[in-house]
């Protein structure tokens, strides 16, 4: 299994597998911008900054990462997507992250 993200997150501290330990739902109107704030930031070799979270339904990912430092992701709420997750509880996922573009 492999979770996906499309830049270097501090939250992940350098973490390369974690554990899906849960699945939440939300509206981001419900969420604190604190929260938004950790969840979103991102630092790039050449850019940093914070990922955009449009209205609309979200799940928050819950991991334990293999340095034991847990973090969460949030990502747009399906039913298929939700079903997914909700059946992964207790898997291993690996983490990836995009390579930067190059110039």
């Known amino acids: 299994m492999e979770i996906k993200f499309s830049h270097n997150y501090p939250k992940l501290h350098g973490q390369k597998s974690a554990e899906l330990i849960a699945v939440r739902t939300c509206n981001r109107a419900d969420m604190p911008e604190?929260?938004?704030e950790y969840d979103t930031r991102y630092v790039d070799s050449s850019s940093s900054g914070?990922?955009?979270l449009p209205d609309g339904a979200y799940m928050v990912l819950v991991f334990l990462g293999d340095s034991g430092i847990p973090f969460t992701t949030v990502r747009r709420f399906t039913d298929e997507k939700y079903r997914y997750y909700k059946s992964n509880l207790g898997v291993m996922f690996d983490i990836a992250i995009k390579p930067e573009s190059q110039p």
Request: proline fraction near 17%.
């Open 34 to 36: 604190d929260f938004i």
């Open 50 to 52: 914070f990922f955009p």
